[in-house]
């Protein structure tokens, strides 16, 4: 039975805190949102949405540099020497204008965060613009106005991590945040960390013409990825030329008169013109007045939630990036959801994190859903897994790439698909139909039975799922 008087206070507009608003709204309550950047959080302002909308400049100067095998020559094809890039003997070089590229970007973001707040009033969700703290039990305080509440959830995100010896300065040593404020593309770009963050910025500043070096403490990139999915996009890499040093633990960074310098721990220092750092982050959560209230964090600051996102004190829930359950909008925005629910007494499922798609948005995208091939490796589930190159799919011939795979998991008695990896351009769109099994519980001779357009890329996946098929047991 729904509580359609309870009063809802979010503290944090992230995808944790509005889409939380909007169900309670939804349901009846009164809900105020604080937020203390603008509708929509670091993820709208900062994170994700500026940065797939760099990635969109940068996928497409990529696909302008695949042009000529097209077929496509433009007017003015100059030597390749006089770019400074490794290839044809003349290319159809496309330069990104970084100030537009960047004014774009904040363009967006701001169009987008005018959007959510849109959205929110017009759903009757009151919006306070300040820096809020739990005052005392039901009362949460920003400014100097405090607000009762019914139910309170903490939705404040996460913001990089600096290493000690890398103070970022916001000019040559930045975090993921800064580097839209630059006056033009870095030449020379130090990437420290080759984790998502890392390997997305490593892939888009190369593609729109920086000289990437992209610092690994691991021995590959996307160390806590799909091995065969990271080795193809380091090959991918490699091969457009940027440095990749594995096993290069950065010690420290600092600016030098024309640059940067990176130390790593084997004595070696790395030289550019701009070092971004990427090595995690940390959750927003202090000077909230959490210990006070009874909130338990965990030794690095996070929030501990259960599945329906309770914290330990009576009547705060914590959603999003703050509680480090999986640093993904979507993963936020459900934790908000089911919060909110659960808060108002509505029926809930605990969030399950075994069906939730992610993609790392390289060039190529790395999609993946579900048990992974660790799971299978180490016998954590009884699967079976075929991996289909793209490289003989007819429509990726036609569109001129062969980096890239479709691999199924599937369990290996009943065939009912686990889960799924797609490396491509777009597997981020791809994944979908892996998804969809995933969550349905379908079986590889479901999908094999699916028609699947052709051309197309999705056709790889009807074709894993065929491969996949067990023939009847004989009579
Ligand atoms: C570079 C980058 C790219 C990313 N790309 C993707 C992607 O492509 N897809 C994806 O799913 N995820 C992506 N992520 C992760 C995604 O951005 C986060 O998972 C998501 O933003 C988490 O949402 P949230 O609501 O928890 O926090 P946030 O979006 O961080 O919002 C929290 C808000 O709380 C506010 N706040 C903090 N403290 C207070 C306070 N005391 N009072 C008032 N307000 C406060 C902050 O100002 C902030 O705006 C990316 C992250 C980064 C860093």
């Not at 501990?304 to 703050?322: E, F, H, L, Q």
């Not at 599937?410 to 990896?421: A, E, M, P, Q």
Request: aromatic share 4%.
């Amino acid at each position: 039975m729904s509580q359609p008087h309870s009063h809802i206070v979010i503290i944090g507009g992230g995808p944790g805190g509005y889409e939380a608003a909007l169900v309670a709204a939804q349901l009846g309550a009164t809900v105020t949102v604080i937020e203390e950047q603008g509708p929509g959080g670091s993820c709208v302002l900062t994170d994700c949405v500026p940065s797939k909308t760099l990635i969109a400049t940068s996928n497409l100067m990529a696909a302008m540099e695949g042009t000529r095998d097209l077929g496509i020559r433009f007017d003015h094809d100059v030597p390749a020497a006089d770019v400074g890039r490794p290839g044809p003997a003349s290319v159809s070089h496309a330069l990104a204008d970084a100030p537009r590229v960047y004014s774009r970007i904040r363009r967006l973001a701001a169009a987008q965060s005018a959007d959510v707040k849109m959205r929110l009033s017009r759903e009757g969700v009151r919006v306070i613009s300040g820096r809020a703290k739990l005052a005392r039990p039901g009362v949460v305080a920003v400014g100097s106005e405090e607000i009762r509440a019914d139910t309170v959830l903490i939705a404040v995100g996460a913001h990089p991590r600096e290493l000690p010896g890398a103070v970022p300065d916001g000019e040559r040593l930045l975090t993921c945040r800064q580097i839209y404020d630059l006056p033009d593309l870095p030449p020379e770009l130090i990437i420290v960390g080759s984790g998502v963050t890392g390997a997305e910025f490593a892939s888009a500043y190369q593609a729109l013409g920086s000289q990437v070096t992209l610092i690994s403490s691991r021995e590959h990139v996307l160390p806590n990825e799909d091995t065969d999915a990271a080795m193809v996009v380091e090959d991918v890499f490699r091969r457009r030329g940027m440095k990749v040093l594995g096993r290069s633990r950065a010690m420290a960074a600092r600016r030098t008169a024309g640059g940067v310098e990176v130390s790593l721990q084997d004595g070696t220092v790395v030289t550019g013109s701009h070092c971004l750092l990427t090595v995690g982050m940390v959750p927003s959560t202090t000077g909230l007045g959490l210990g006070e209230a009874g909130v338990e964090v965990d030794e690095r600051g996070f929030i501990a939630v259960d599945k329906v996102s309770r914290t330990s004190a009576p009547g705060i829930y914590a959603a999003g990036d703050c509680t480090g359950v999986w640093m993904l909008a979507s993963v936020a925005a459900m934790q908000g959801r089911i919060a909110m629910w659960h808060a108002l007494g509505e029926a809930v499922q605990p969030l399950r994190l075994g069906h939730v798609a992610a993609t790392i948005f390289t060039d190529p995208e790395i999609a993946t859903v579900g048990a992974s091939q660790q799971d299978v490796d180490s016998g954590k589930v009884l699967g079976r897994v075929v991996k289909l190159p793209l490289a003989t799919n007819a429509r990726a011939k036609m569109d001129g790439f062969s980096d890239g795979f479709v691999k199924l998991f599937t369990r290996r008695n009943s065939g009912i698909v686990l889960g799924g990896v797609i490396v491509a351009p777009m597997a981020s769109e791809l994944i979908l139909g892996v998804s969809l099994a995933v969550e349905q519980q379908l079986t590889v001779d479901q999908i094999a039975h699916t028609f699947a357009v052709y051309p197309s890329l999705t056709g790889s996946i009807t074709e894993a799922a065929r491969q996949l098929m067990q023939p009847a047991e004989p009579h």
